[in-house]
């Protein structure tokens, strides 16, 4: 499974807009499917490898796509048939299909199958969920490779409903943009390989994937506390802050503080005992303050996060803090990055609903500060409507004590200032590079040793 870095990601109804704005500007559909046909052949040629080939094709633009597909690779000479569901019914899609001089077969049980499927039934115009009939005839070919034009049909490509399709995708083409269901699960794991074919729309939209990570070499007049000085809350269990504090060092971090706790897990973090306190939030060389890890929720968090608050500094709020935090950020947001789990957001937000874009986006929104909701499929939101989407990450990092880590390394990367969303946008992308760079029996400690 992968993803290509930094690539846009619309819903339909965005990807509806830049396909009229197209046709604006003088470019016809026509040619965009022609596009996207040649594009779904040149990985179908790939893909087969000179062995036969058996598209499908729905009634709607995604069935034009599979027609000219298979236009192009029979006049490549490669033993393609077509099958499909119903008549084209778009006009794109008839013109498509009179452009296939080959015969077209039936979608029922007697349909051969062939070496390499070509899905091109349904898209982003999916409306409901695949009759079952037609399911049971597609499991038919599961085992076969798969190439999914746009989506795997029978996925809701905005994400907003968990249908599964009966044929996941080895390889899914994304045309012009990827789509929500490409980077959230359920239906992530299913879309495989996601390749994307930029066929003449320019999307514009603030959803994207993750970038490349940068490599952030210190300035060469770099200062251990111009690099961003960090001061980590420990709560009843020091080790959850132990850990966030030596994330802080390693992701950058020029000097870090563990406050309310005796020991660190790097010598060259500095602890002190919570007298200090009032004392820390008040240093003007303090650049992000990380509060949660290793906290229960109750009066001493809340003592602790009202204080972190109101000292007005950066803040990268974790866990329970999350919750005891909410009240006073509805209210007046300030610069803090949120780091929920799926259970920590629905306590949070119970509220919300819609795909966890959208929740991850009304949640940033609600509370003024860039969300980071993890998982598997991480959403990082700011309350501008800007999104990074992690998908796929690293499974590794599925172990107690990661989301610690991941605290410490968004604090490191706000104390350097500048913008929340790019800091909590970085630490996603340390993090999952930390957990690649390590992979197999990872724990959580060995994120942030050398
Ligand atoms: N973005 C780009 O740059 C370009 C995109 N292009 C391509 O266009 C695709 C979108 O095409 P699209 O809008 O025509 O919708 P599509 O997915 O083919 O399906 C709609 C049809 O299916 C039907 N239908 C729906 N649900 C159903 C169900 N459960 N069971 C049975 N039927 C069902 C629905 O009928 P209805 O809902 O009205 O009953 C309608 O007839 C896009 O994914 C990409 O591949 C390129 O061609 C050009 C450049
Ligand atoms: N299957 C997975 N693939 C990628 N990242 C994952 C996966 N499972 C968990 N993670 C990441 O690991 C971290 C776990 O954080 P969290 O649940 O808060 O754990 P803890 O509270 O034990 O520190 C999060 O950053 C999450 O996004
Ligand atoms: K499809």
Known sequence: MSIPADAPILTSAAMREAEAACAVQGTPLSELMELA???VADIAWRMGAGAPILILCGPGNNGGDGYVAARVLAARGVAVRVAALA????????SARAGWSGPVETIDAALASAPLIVDALFGVGLSRPLAHDLTLLLRRFVGRRVLAV???SGVESDGNADWMPPL????????????PAHVLLPTAPACGRVLLAPIGIAPHGTMRTLPPLKAATPAATAHKFNRGMVLVFAGPMPGAAGLASASALRAGAGYVVLEGSERAPLSAIITESDARFGERLSDPRVGAVVIGPGFPAGDELLFDVEAALDSGKPLVLDAAAISAALPRLCETPCRAILTPHEGEFARAFPELYGSKIDRAKAAAVRTGAV????????????????VVAAWPGSPWL???GTGDVL???????????GDAFDAAVAAVGWHIAQAARIGRGLVADD????
Not at 168 to 179: G, M, N, R
Not at 407 to 417: D, E, K, N, V
Not at 447 to 450: F, T
């Open 37 to 39: 046909g040649v594009a």
């Open 150 to 152: 746009d989506v795997p």
């Open 398 to 400: 599925a172990t107690a």
């Open 168 to 179: 996941a995708a080895d390889v899914t083409l994304a045309l012009s943009a990827l789509k």
């Open 87 to 94: 008549e084209p019914a778009t006009d794109l899609a008839k």
């Open 447 to 450: 994120l942030v040793r050398e």
């Open 407 to 417: 605290a410490g390394a968004c604090g490191a990367m706000l104390a350097r200032g």
């Open 371 to 386: 969300v980071i909701y993890k998982g598997a499929d991480t959403i990082v939101a700011a309350p501008d409507g800007r």
